[in-house]
């Protein structure tokens, strides 16, 4: 049974700094990526890694400290040997597919495995993600702000508050 890490990120860009970072540092595999969309709308995404122990802690630690560089990370932590209703039931919806190729920067691609339990021979990807949705289909998913009008008279824009006498332009001077 391989280690599972785990990095939890706010926002993609974060999550695919720290997977680089992570994938450089040792030799271990990103065997699952999860995407939720939380409160507020924010993208959260949690990486997982497999590997031996020793490599799977040294991962996590260059992952999530090169994406507290870039953006929050919100978690990070090292499951030394995973039970298998964890990585079967828990973590089985977000497994890559084995032998799903992912482009690198370079051009090349590599093969992810998917199992928890695979021996780490195979290098690392350098590249961790599938080809992103469309951007049609990515603005569809997204949530509907509640108030799409324009805003009345009394009321700031984009808030159901009135506004500030100062932010209205009237000022309340009395004479001295």
Same mark, same amino acid.
């Given at each position: 049974?391989?280690?599972? %890490?785990?990095? @939890?990120?706010?926002?993609?860009? &974060?999550? +695919? #700094? !720290?997977?680089?970072? $992570?994938?450089?540092?040792? /030799? *271990?595999?990103?065997?699952?990526?999860?995407?939720?969309?939380?409160?507020?709308?924010?993208?959260?995404?949690?990486?997982?890694?497999?590997?031996?122990?020793?490599?799977?802690?040294?991962?996590?630690?260059? %992952?999530?400290? @090169?994406?507290?560089?870039?953006? &929050?990370? +919100? #978690? !990070?932590?090292?499951? $030394?040997?995973?039970?298998? /209703? *964890?990585?079967?039931?828990?973590?089985?919806?977000?497994?890559?597919?084995?032998?799903?190729?992912?482009?690198?920067?370079?051009?090349?691609?590599?093969?992810?495995?998917?199992?928890?339990?695979?021996?780490?021979?195979?290098?690392?990807?350098?590249?961790?993600?599938?080809?992103?949705?469309?951007?049609?289909? $990515?603005?569809?998913?997204?949530?509907?702000?509640?108030?799409?009008?324009?805003?009345?008279?009394?009321?700031?824009?984009?808030?159901?508050?009135?506004?500030?006498?100062?932010?209205?332009?009237?000022?309340?001077?009395?004479?001295?």
């Amino acid at each position: 049974m391989q280690a599972l %890490g785990l990095i @939890e990120t706010l926002g993609f860009t &974060t999550a +695919v #700094s !720290a997977a680089d970072a $992570a994938l450089k540092a040792a /030799d *271990v595999q990103l065997v699952a990526v999860e995407r939720v969309i939380g409160v507020g709308g924010s993208l959260g995404v949690t990486l997982h890694f497999s590997g031996d122990v020793a490599a799977v802690t040294a991962s996590v630690e260059a %992952g999530q400290t @090169e994406g507290r560089r870039i953006g &929050t990370v +919100v #978690s !990070a932590h090292v499951i $030394a040997k995973a039970h298998s /209703d *964890v990585t079967g039931k828990i973590l089985g919806n977000y497994l890559l597919p084995e032998g799903t190729a992912i482009p690198a920067a370079d051009g090349t691609s590599a093969t992810s495995a998917s199992a928890m339990d695979t021996p780490a021979a195979a290098p690392p990807a350098t590249a961790a993600f599938p080809p992103p949705a469309s951007a049609a289909s $990515a603005a569809a998913a997204l949530p509907k702000p509640a108030n799409t009008g324009p805003a009345k008279p009394d009321q700031a824009a984009g808030t159901d508050k009135a506004p500030d006498s100062q932010d209205a332009g009237m000022s309340s001077d009395s004479p001295d």
